[in-house]
C-alpha cells in the first residue's frame, strides 16, 4: 500500500506557484521522500528527492517538514507544460526492498 | 546520453499467447524495474532486477516474469495472457539501488484481445 496521501487534483494559474502537498505520517527515518510526475502517456519523470533538508533544483523545491510527517513540492512559475499527475513516494535507500510504492497521486491542472 | 529505450512500443496479443517486451537501460545504469500501469489500478511495482538477479517482486502472479542480461538489458514475460493484462509496461533504469532516482522509458501498450 502507499505510504502518501496526496489531494487527487488541483489547478494553478499560469506563471503562479504550484504548491502540491504530501502526507506521509508513518514515515521512517531511513525512508527519503521523492517527487516523479507523468504527462499524459509518457513515461514518469524524475523531479526531486529529500530526506529532512529543503531541496532545489531546476525543476522545483521541496520543503519537509521538521517531523518529516508531510512535504511540499513547489513549482515556483507553472507553465502549461506543467499539467501532469504528480507522486509523491517514500522509500528506504539505505536497506529494505527499495521499490517504489507510486500511490493515486495529484492531477494538477495549469491554467492559461 | 540515450534514455531507457523499450520495445516494441505497441503489441497486441490474443488471450492465452505469451509475449516479451523488452527493455534497455541509460548506459551504466545497473538497476531496471518494471511497472504496470492501468486506468483501474495505476502504477503497480513488478520486479527488480540488478546484476543480473532479482531483488524485488511485486503482487503479481507467476505468469510474469523476467530476467536481466550481463549488459543490464532486461526482458518481461507474460504467459497465457489474458484480458486484465492490457496494460502500459514501464521500464526504469536507476544507477544502483537505494538513493539513485529513476529514469523512465516510453512504455509499451500491450493490448490483449
Known amino acids: 500500500d502507499a505510504k502518501t496521501t496526496q489531494p487527487p487534483s488541483m489547478d494553478c494559474a499560469e506563471g503562479r506557484a504550484a504548491n502540491l502537498p504530501c502526507n506521509h505520517s508513518t514515515i521512517s527515518g531511513n525512508e527519503y521522500v521523492y517527487w516523479y510526475r507523468q504527462i499524459h502517456s509518457q513515461g514518469p519523470q524524475y523531479i526531486i528527492h529529500?530526506?529532512?533538508n529543503n531541496e532545489t533544483n531546476e525543476m522545483a523545491s521541496l520543503i519537509i517538514t521538521e517531523d518529516r510527517k508531510s512535504s511540499t513540492l513547489i513549482l515556483p512559475h507553472a507553465t502549461l507544460r506543467d499539467t501532469a499527475v504528480y507522486y509523491c513516494i517514500v522509500r528506504p535507500t539505505t536497506s529494505g526492498t527499495y521499490k517504489y510504492i507510486f500511490g493515486t497521486g495529484t492531477r494538477l491542472k495549469v491554467l492559461a | 546520453k540515450a534514455g531507457v529505450t523499450q520495445t516494441p512500443r505497441y503489441l497486441i496479443k490474443t488471450r492465452g499467447q505469451q509475449v516479451t517486451l523488452s527493455c534497455s537501460p541509460i548506459?551504466?545504469?545497473?538497476?531496471v524495474s518494471w511497472y504496470q500501469q492501468t486506468p483501474g489500478q495505476g502504477l503497480q511495482f513488478l520486479f527488480e532486477?540488478?546484476?543480473?538477479?532479482?531483488?524485488n517482486k511485486g503482487n503479481f502472479p507467476g505468469r510474469f516474469s523476467g530476467r536481466q542480461f550481463s549488459n543490464s538489458r532486461s526482458e518481461m514475460n507474460v504467459s497465457t495472457l489474458e484480458l486484465g493484462d492490457s496494460a502500459l509496461y514501464l521500464c526504469a533504469s536507476s544507477k544502483d539501488r537505494g538513493l539513485s532516482e529513476q529514469y523512465f522509458g516510453p512504455g509499451t501498450r500491450l493490448t490483449v484481445t
Open positions: 532486477y540488478f546484476s543480473e538477479t532479482q531483488r
Open positions: 529529500g530526506l529532512k
Open positions: 548506459s551504466g545504469h545497473r538497476s
